[in-house]
């Protein structure tokens, strides 16, 4: 579906609506979705289309998913936590899995980034020397 500028431009006038202070207030997300249905403007489907783009893309921005060989301590984790804070903000929520096939280390997605500093990454770019 391709979306007008000023559908783009209304999406991004709601979602600054709802992020009051730079964090994402799912509450005024809600409501304004709810209020954007009950009216029903013209064209305000592709805004809702690219409105949920924004979001989505948020939540990612401010979700970051740790992997690691074995459970962590809670002191790593929490070491993890605050390298992250420094680098992204406050408020970034963290989601702690364990993946055998990374064989240690650690894997870190936030958003689109990735840190990977795991032995099979380390693996695979050496056998791509070879």
Same mark, same amino acid.
Do not use: N, W
């Given at each position: 579906?391709?979306?007008?500028?000023?559908?783009?431009?209304?999406?991004?006038?709601?979602?600054? *609506?709802?992020?009051?202070?730079?964090?994402?207030?799912?509450?005024?997300?809600?409501?304004?979705?709810? *209020?954007? =249905?009950?009216?029903?403007?013209? /064209?305000?489907?592709? @805004?809702?289309?690219?409105?949920?783009?924004?979001?989505?893309?948020?939540?990612?921005?401010?979700?970051?998913?740790?992997?690691? &060989? =074995?459970?962590? &301590?809670?002191?790593?984790?929490? /070491? @993890? =936590?605050?390298?992250?804070?420094?680098?992204?903000? *406050?408020?970034?929520?963290?989601?702690? *899995?364990?993946?055998?096939?990374?064989?240690?280390?650690?894997?870190?997605? =936030?958003?689109?980034?990735?840190?990977?500093?795991?032995?099979?990454?380390?693996?695979?770019?050496?056998?791509?020397?070879?």
């Amino acid at each position: 579906m391709r979306i007008s500028k000023k559908a783009r431009s209304e999406a991004k006038r709601l979602f600054l *609506a709802c992020t009051p202070g730079g964090t994402l207030d799912r509450g005024r997300v809600s409501q304004a979705v709810e *209020a954007l =249905v009950d009216e029903r403007p013209r /064209g305000f489907l592709p @805004v809702l289309v690219h409105f949920q783009r924004l979001v989505k893309l948020e939540v990612a921005r401010r979700t970051a998913r740790i992997e690691s &060989a =074995v459970v962590l &301590a809670e002191e790593s984790k929490l /070491g @993890v =936590v605050r390298s992250l804070e420094r680098l992204y903000g *406050a408020g970034l929520e963290t989601e702690f *899995a364990e993946e055998p096939a990374l064989i240690g280390g650690l894997r870190v997605r =936030v958003g689109s980034d990735v840190f990977d500093g795991s032995v099979q990454a380390r693996l695979a770019a050496l056998r791509e020397t070879f």
